[in-house]
């Protein structure tokens, strides 16, 4: 079992950034099974989308509507906890959503309960 915490939404205007993190914990053997974690996000009346994903080998992955503005950093583990931030700049009203964390790997697949990111003037 892999329990995800989720931080860093809010309010911001347009232009501005947010920082989002995401810890995993559990057992330590779901933890350094874990292949990728990452975002994804939904706004009302839309499906919820890839915002970026980092894996266990170092690579990355964004939607194409973030690319340029967003950056995940790899994956941190630290005994049974592992950490991906979410860097957000030049923010756009478009990008407002509930945040989501996921984590995928040998002991399933695994979703935060989400944070609210409002992008307004």
């Known amino acids: 079992q892999v329990q995800l915490v989720e931080s860093g939404g809010g309010l911001v205007q347009p232009g501005g950034s947010l920082r989002l993190s995401c810890a995993a914990s559990g057992n330590i053997f779901s933890i350094v099974r874990i292949n990728r974690m990452g975002w994804y996000r939904q706004a009302p009346g839309k499906e919820r989308e890839l915002v970026a994903l980092s894996t266990s080998s170092g690579s990355t992955n964004y939607g194409d509507s973030v690319k340029g503005r967003f950056t995940i950093s790899h994956i941190s583990t630290d005994n049974a906890k592992a950490t991906v931030y979410l860097q957000m700049n030049n923010l756009e009203p478009g990008d407002t959503a509930v945040y989501y964390c996921?984590?995928?790997?040998?002991?399933?697949?695994?979703w935060g309960q989400g944070t609210q990111v409002t992008v307004s003037s």
């Open positions: 996921n984590t995928v790997g040998g002991s399933g697949n695994y």
